[in-house]
C-alpha cells in the first residue's frame, strides 16, 4: 500500500517544478486524504518529499542541459556562417585587388612601350617631304579598316584605325567582295609611280588610293 502511494506521489509531483516550501504542504486537504497520505509516518512524508524534490531536480536540470546544449549549438553555427561569409569577403576583396593589379600592369607596360616606328614614306606625307629612301619605300603602313568592308567602287573612301582616309584613284576600277569583312588589317605601301597601292588582308587584289585626310 505505501508502495502504491509513493509511486502515485512521484507520478503527480514530477510534472511541474516550482520553488516552493514543499510540493505535499501545498496540496489540498481533500487531495492529500484522496491519496492516503494521511495514512504515512511524519518521516515517511519526509522521505516523499525528498524524493519529489530529487526528481524535481533531476528533471529540470536536464531540460536546463538541452536547453544549453542548443543554445551553444545555435552559437557555433551562427559563428561559423559569419567566418564563411568573412572568408568569402575576402577572397572577393583579394581577386578584386588581383584584378586591379594586373590592369595597372598593363597599363603601365602600355605607356613605357615603344611607339611603332611610322615608314618613313609615310612621315614625309605628313611633313610634306618626299620620300627618297628605297628601303622606307618598301616598308608598309599597316592598320585597320573602320567599318565593313565588300569592295569599292570607283570613288570608295577607306577610313583607318590610324586616323588616316585615303580615297580611290582610279575612277573605272570596281571590285565586289562577298562576304563582308569587318575591320579587316591593311598594308598601304607607294606604287611604282604615283599613288600607293592598298592592300586587305584576305582579298587578292589590291586597289589604287591616294591620301584624302592624314595626321595634322
Known amino acids: 500500500m505505501k508502495m502504491r502511494i509513493l509511486a502515485w506521489g512521484l507520478l503527480?509531483?514530477?510534472?511541474?517544478?516550482r520553488a516552493d516550501p514543499g510540493f505535499l504542504k501545498t496540496l489540498p486537504a481533500v487531495d492529500f486524504t484522496a491519496a492516503g497520505l494521511q495514512?504515512?509516518?511524519?518521516?515517511?512524508?519526509?522521505?516523499?518529499?525528498?524524493?519529489?524534490?530529487?526528481y524535481k531536480t533531476g528533471e529540470l536540470a536536464e531540460v536546463r542541459r538541452q536547453a544549453e546544449a542548443k543554445a551553444a549549438a545555435s552559437r557555433l553555427e551562427a559563428e561559423a556562417r559569419i567566418v564563411a561569409a568573412e572568408t568569402k569577403?575576402?577572397?572577393?576583396?583579394?581577386?578584386?585587388?588581383?584584378?586591379?593589379?594586373k590592369a595597372n600592369e598593363a597599363e603601365t607596360k602600355a605607356a613605357t612601350a615603344p611607339a611603332k616606328t611610322q615608314p618613313?614614306?609615310?612621315m614625309a606625307l605628313i611633313t610634306l617631304k618626299r620620300a627618297g629612301e628605297k628601303p622606307d619605300k618598301e616598308e608598309p603602313l599597316?592598320?585597320?579598316?573602320?567599318?565593313?568592308?565588300?569592295?569599292?567602287?570607283?570613288?570608295?573612301?577607306?577610313?583607318?584605325?590610324?586616323?588616316?582616309?585615303?580615297?580611290?584613284?582610279?575612277?573605272?576600277?570596281?571590285y565586289t567582295y562577298s562576304p563582308v569583312l569587318h575591320s579587316p588589317k591593311v598594308k598601304i605601301t607607294p606604287a611604282a609611280f604615283s599613288g600607293f597601292w592598298?592592300?586587305?588582308?584576305?582579298v587578292n587584289l589590291s586597289v589604287r588610293v591616294i591620301p584624302l585626310e592624314l595626321p595634322k
Request: glycine share 10%.
Open 12 to 17: 503527480l509531483l514530477g510534472v511541474t517544478a
Open 120 to 122: 618613313g614614306w609615310f
Open 142 to 174: 599597316e592598320s585597320r579598316l573602320v567599318g565593313d568592308f565588300d569592295g569599292w567602287n570607283g570613288h570608295s573612301i577607306f577610313s583607318l584605325e590610324n586616323g588616316t582616309r585615303w580615297v580611290q584613284q582610279n575612277k573605272i576600277d570596281t
Open 89 to 101: 569577403a575576402k577572397e572577393a576583396t583579394a581577386k578584386a585587388d588581383a584584378a586591379a593589379a
Open 198 to 202: 592598298l592592300e586587305i588582308k584576305g
Open 39 to 54: 495514512k504515512l509516518a511524519p518521516e515517511e512524508l519526509a522521505r516523499l518529499e525528498a524524493l519529489v524534490e530529487q
